[in-house]
Structures are given as C-alpha cells and as structure tokens.
C-alpha cells in the first residue's frame, strides 16, 4: 500500500515536470509585449523609430486597443520611410488570424506607397517578418528584422 503511494507520487511529479517541460504555452500567457519586446530592442537599431500608441494601432492596422490584451508599436519617425514593429498578444487565439489579416492590409498597402517612391524601403517590406506564436502576434519591417524575429523566437522558445 505504502508503495503505491509513493508510485502515484512520483508519476505525478514527472508528469508535471513533462508537462511544463514539453510547451511553454502556458507561461506565454503571463508575459507581456513589453517583455516580449525587450531583447528585440537590444538585438536591433531602434534610433530611427518612436513607440505608437493606441491611436496609431487603430489608424494604422484598424486593431482597436480594447480588442487585444497587450500590444507594443514602434513606426518609422518619418513617412518617407517604412520600418515598423508590433508585438500584438491577442486575448484569444481566435483572434489571431484577424489580426494577422489586419497587418497583411498594411503590408499590401506599403508596398503600393514605397513600391516606385523609394525602393530601398521597398526592399524592406518585401522582407518583412509576419508569424505568431502563441498569443502574440510580430510583425517587423527593419534592415534588423531577421536579428528581431530571432529575439522574439528566443524569447517565446
């Protein structure tokens, strides 16, 4: 008797350890974009480029504020020029897909502006990164974007 006990003890240890060991889904919800965010800035060149805030989620990606738990936006200081970052947790996984939908708007649009004024910035939303991974949504267009998204994937591994 006293060896089931302690049986039972141990394979629901290992289960548990197995079980957070195996995906990090669950501590994606306790972290926030800023904290998504972080080594992003220490791995990329943010000089060039200014926090957004509510105002400029809706006008640039129609992303109400209220309908996401959590958002970071970085733009490019001038309009001649098309680097942008947001790290987008959504409160659902449901909500994913729109708000990817929402950024590939963007996307296209940018393109249509900078595709024949400057191609240079052109060349950078033609590279740009779109993925999710859990709830967070990121999306970077930068001469840094690959060192971003590798910050991000580390940050959400």
Known sequence: MKLRGIVALVLTVAIGLLTRCSGRS????TLTAAEVVEPIQQAADFSEMQQGDAEKLRKIYHIEAGDVADFILYTAVSNVKADELAVIKVKDSSDTERVVNQIQQRIEAQTVKFQDYRPEQYYLIEKHVLKS????????VSKDADRM???FDEVLR
């Open 26 to 29: 669950a501590s994606y919800d």
């Open 133 to 140: 991974k859990g709830p967070f949504v990121f999306f970077a």
């Open 149 to 151: 998204e590798r910050a």
